[in-house]
């Protein structure tokens, strides 16, 4: 089955969307400069549907703090061995975020709060290790 039929989608609603963030060529505009604008525009795409997915699964993360992996599994109708991958990518993440605390700490530093804030952001997936470099960057640029 087609993800976009599994959830309910339809194409008039899928190539709505696509109009909605791609627009239509200019008259005149070189098949060149389309490709370009439809490049950037995929790329923004699957940049805001992995950001969607780590929203989606941050609720499942959640979740498994109150339950088991099969009865989250159960009550959201996904696999368990899906479950399972999630939170294993969950206790990665915290690991990565326990270790970079701990290689600052044996330095004798400590972390900012906006530092601990970032960290909290990564380890929770609300952001990924990229993003968080690119927010320091920003900061360190102003």
Excluded: C, N
Aim: aromatic share 4%; charged share 30%.
């Amino acid at each position: 089955m087609h993800s976009g039929a599994m959830h309910g989608l339809d194409s008039v609603e899928i190539d709505s969307i696509a109009e909605w963030l791609v627009g239509r060529p200019e008259p005149g505009m070189g098949e060149d400069v389309w490709f370009e604008h439809l490049s950037h525009r995929l790329a923004l795409a699957t940049a805001a549907a992995e950001r969607i997915a780590r929203q989606r699964d941050a609720v499942v993360e959640r979740m498994l703090v109150q339950d088991t992996e099969r009865g989250v599994a159960k009550r959201l109708g996904i696999t368990h061995g899906r479950v399972r991958q999630l939170a294993k990518r969950e206790r990665s993440r915290r690991q990565a975020v326990d270790q970079a605390l701990a290689s600052v700490r044996v330095d004798g530093l400590e972390p900012s709060a906006d530092a601990h804030k970032l960290l909290s952001a990564v380890a929770a997936g609300a952001m990924d290790e990229d993003e968080a470099v690119e927010w320091l960057r920003r900061q360190y640029q102003k």
